[in-house]
């Protein structure tokens, strides 16, 4: 069987949630397919860094896009019906490869990651297509304009518009459309366009992120994520201005390690306030989220899988979590994971966890079963099999 996957970033090595997902579907895809990658590469680094991938994949098709000509697409397009955003992954030079590759080649699939990339092959005939929503990214964007200043707030309305007659136009021209989580489905059905629909969830390396004992700091509350993303920031400011506080003054010890790659200024400068640790970027997240008490994800914006919420379960860490973010885990609050929205209903919950070792055992047990049953790359890959069975009846990965 030989499979043409295409993905929106390169997805080696899978250090973020852009790639994490896409190169464990490739690696999974390999040990029955032929694959060949198809993607984009935006540094030298990121080229030189991406090399391993030549290991799990039959072949690789990859051009760079300079971020400066991605910027100028996107512009272009902000007066016409296409999404700004897919400009940030256009390249002609992929373009033409693809074609002529899907052209010359005899495929019997082509699977897609990320409707930003849909447009390479939407317009193939042959074999079936696959496309992989991952996140409902019209959802997302939506959310976006609720939780931005204007103008910023009418460039994403503007946006999210775009893509949910494009989303709707491209799952009509799959043959299977599929996403992450149960909620990201229920968006994707009502597209009311796909011939067939389904998901399957983000999983997590559960060898990886593995716990260390019982060695943890009672006082030590973790953030973990990538500090250049809105939404991150948004919930740590929140609680920093808010909750924290709240909870220092009934645990006047404890303390706040924002674990994360890229922090702005602004988020660098909360590390002037008692009690409070910015890394910035680190090599391992996983000591620093290990020797936490409890881990927080207070997030307003959430859409899709939450990769931190998942870690921390991992790691044996317990999570206390929006409602929200609680959407983007297959978990049950209250068994698994902690869920607390308001500022006062965080601190307590956050001090209530801090407070009684036994419960926090109890929830750190849980959380970890509930990856291993839940969240494992090869439970999710035994969902993604059943819905390319479909396509597949007689000659699918069985």
């Known amino acids: 069987m030989r499979i043409f996957f295409i993905c929106h970033r390169f997805p080696y090595p899978p250090a973020r949630g852009g790639k994490i997902r896409p190169f464990n579907i490739i690696r999974h895809l390999s040990r029955y397919a032929e694959v060949t990658v198809a993607s984009l590469w935006r540094s030298e680094e990121e080229r030189i860094a991406g090399e391993g991938l030549a290991k799990h994949c039959s072949r690789i098709l990859a051009e760079p896009v300079s971020q400066l000509a991605a910027n100028v697409r ?16 256009w390249s002609p030079r992929l373009a033409a490869r693809v074609q002529r ?16 990339v849909a447009p390479y ?7 079936p297509k696959v496309l992989d929503f991952g996140d409902m990214d019209s959802e997302k964007w939506s959310t976006y304009s609720r939780h931005r200043p204007f103008p910023l707030s009418a460039g994403y309305w503007l946006e999210a518009l775009k893509l949910r007659r494009v989303e709707r136009e491209l799952a009509r021209r799959f043959d299977l459309s599929t996403c992450t989580t149960a909620a990201e489905h229920d968006t994707l059905c009502s597209l009311e366009s796909s011939p067939r629909t389904g998901w399957f969830p983000n999983g997590v390396d559960a060898e990886y992120f593995s716990p260390a004992g019982d060695d943890y700091d009672p006082d030590l509350i973790c953030f973990s ?7 991150n920031q948004q919930a740590v400011m929140r609680f920093c201005g808010s909750t924290f506080g709240l909870i220092r003054k009934q645990r006047p010890a404890a303390r706040l390690v924002i674990v994360g790659a890229e922090p ?12 409070i640790t910015v890394t910035g970027t680190v090599p391992d997240i996983r000591p620093h989220v290990r020797g936490a008490a409890v881990s927080v994800a207070p997030l307003d914006v959430a859409r899709g899988t939450q990769n931190k919420i998942l870690e921390s379960m991992a790691l044996g860490v317990p ?18 994971l902690l869920t607390a929205d308001s500022p006062a209903e965080c601190a307590s919950t956050v001090i ?38 479909g396509l597949h009846p007689s000659g699918g990965p069985g």
Do not use: K
């Open 74 to 89: 996107m512009v272009a397009r902000l007066p016409l019906t296409s999404p700004s955003s897919f400009g940030n992954f």
């Open 352 to 389: 209530e966890v801090l407070a009684d070792r036994q419960r926090r055992r109890a929830l750190a047990s849980a959380g970890r079963e509930r990856v291993l049953s839940h969240h494992s790359w090869a439970h999710s890959m035994r969902r993604m099999d059943a819905l390319l069975d």
């Open 121 to 127: 092959v939407v317009a193939h005939r042959g074999c």
């Open 225 to 231: 994520g990538r500090m250049d993303y809105f939404p």
């Open 101 to 116: 590759e899907l052209r010359d080649g005899r495929y019997d699939l082509v699977f897609v990651h990320c409707s930003s």
């Open 319 to 336: 999570v206390v979590c929006s409602t929200l973010a609680s959407r983007g885990v297959d978990a049950r609050p209250g068994e698994h």
């Open 264 to 275: 702005p200024g602004f988020i660098r400068a909360l590390a002037e306030r008692p009690g």
